[in-house]
């Protein structure tokens, strides 16, 4: 399969070994009671397998709602998947998954959702930061207006959250997004890059008029925890939810899905440039 015959939204590649492995959220109904998630495994990042599937929610009774944003980490010698579903309270938040292999299958690891359940919460990332690992992760707008990203401390065995979440910043500090006269701003899809001159990046999505957008923000202490400056977005043509990696060559690459249509969404891979205070797209990598 080609780029332009898979239907995933928010992409996240896992490079390990020679072989790019790709996940993304089912993409028909935006991702609601799909079943479950996918991988798709190639060598070029254009070229891939047909999708062999990771997680069976139905399996575990996690598929009454959002089946929503895998990424897969290696962490202390095994694999763990972060996900969205809907808790017992049918309040949304992240869970980590965990398998002894990138194929999967894997099987629930956290004691219920990481985030607080209380919260409307969802699309969880993974940062190590001095040894500790963190969870990076939104709140959403549909229950606070102005959504927000946050980071909340785990346990070593990502099991469940260590301390309280931290507010980092809202939406609507968002770069060049215009003021929302009803106050509802979206925050999506928070993934952490550490540059090569040691910037921390996060990059964000959220939807201002003209359509989804992939925002990028840096750490002014260089820490999880901040304060955060916004950036330019990297790219603004209907497109978001993306992820950071490297492919084999040491190229850094951005995958994002575009457009943000149901049905219609597709993986995009584009080549970025390190500039050590900022990020640059320099070209498309999978055309």
């Given at each position: 399969?080609?780029?332009d015959?898979?239907?995933?939204r928010?992409?996240?590649?896992?490079?390990?070994?020679?072989?790019?492995?790709?996940?993304?959220?089912?993409?028909?109904?935006?991702?609601?009671?799909?079943?479950?998630?996918?991988?798709?495994?190639?060598?070029?990042?254009?070229?891939?397998?047909?999708?062999?599937?990771?997680?069976?929610?139905?399996?575990?009774?996690?598929?009454?709602?959002?089946?929503?944003?895998?990424?897969?980490?290696?962490?202390?010698?095994?694999?763990?998947?972060?996900?969205?579903?809907?808790?017992?309270?049918?309040?949304?938040?992240?869970?980590?998954?965990?398998s002894?292999?990138?194929?999967?299958?894997?099987?629930?690891?956290?004691?219920?959702?990481?985030?607080?359940?209380?919260?409307?919460?969802?699309?969880?990332?993974?940062?190590?930061?001095?040894?500790?690992?963190y969870?990076?992760?939104?709140?959403?707008?549909?229950?606070?207006?102005?959504?927000?990203?946050?980071?909340?401390?785990?346990?070593?065995?990502?099991r469940?959250?260590?301390?309280?979440?931290?507010?980092?910043?809202?939406?609507?500090?968002?770069?060049?997004?215009?003021?929302?006269p009803?106050?509802?701003?979206?925050?999506?899809?928070?993934?952490?890059?550490?540059?090569?001159?040691?910037?921390?990046?996060?990059?964000?999505?959220?939807?201002?008029?003209?359509?989804?957008?992939?925002?990028?923000?840096?750490?002014?202490?260089?820490?999880?925890?901040?304060?955060?400056?916004?950036?330019?977005?990297?790219y603004?043509?209907?497109?978001?939810?993306?992820?950071l990696?490297?492919?084999?060559?040491?190229?850094?690459?951005?995958?994002?899905?575009?457009?943000?249509?149901?049905?219609?969404?597709?993986?995009?891979?584009?080549?970025?440039?390190?500039?050590?205070?900022?990020?640059?797209?320099?070209?498309?990598?999978?055309?």
């Amino acid at each position: 399969m080609t780029n332009d015959r898979i239907h995933i939204r928010d992409p996240f590649v896992l490079a390990e070994n020679g072989t790019y492995y790709l996940y993304g959220t089912r993409a028909r109904d935006f991702g609601m009671r799909t079943g479950g998630f996918d991988v798709y495994t190639g060598t070029d990042l254009h070229n891939w397998t047909r999708p062999h599937a990771v997680f069976d929610s139905e399996k575990y009774g996690m598929n009454s709602a959002s089946n929503w944003a895998p990424e897969v980490h290696r962490y202390a010698g095994r694999y763990y998947l972060f996900a969205t579903f809907a808790q017992p309270n049918g309040r949304r938040g992240t869970y980590s998954l965990v398998s002894e292999s990138p194929l999967g299958p894997f099987a629930p690891n956290s004691d219920g959702a990481l985030t607080p359940p209380e919260w409307e919460s969802l699309d969880g990332t993974l940062w190590i930061e001095d040894g500790k690992p963190y969870l990076v992760f939104c709140h959403e707008h549909i229950q606070i207006g102005n959504g927000t990203v946050c980071c909340v401390e785990l346990s070593q065995d990502l099991r469940r959250a260590a301390g309280e979440p931290k507010l980092l910043f809202a939406g609507s500090e968002a770069y060049g997004v215009p003021e929302n006269p009803d106050g509802r701003y979206v925050t999506d899809g928070p993934f952490l890059y550490r540059g090569t001159q040691g910037n921390l990046f996060m990059i964000w999505s959220t939807c201002p008029p003209e359509g989804y957008y992939q925002g990028i923000c840096t750490s002014r202490t260089g820490r999880v925890t901040g304060p955060w400056t916004q950036l330019p977005p990297l790219y603004t043509q209907d497109g978001g939810h993306g992820m950071l990696f490297r492919t084999f060559a040491g190229e850094l690459c951005l995958t994002l899905h575009s457009p943000n249509r149901s049905m219609s969404e597709h993986p995009v891979f584009f080549s970025v440039a390190d500039c050590g205070t900022r990020l640059e797209i320099v070209g498309r990598l999978d055309v």
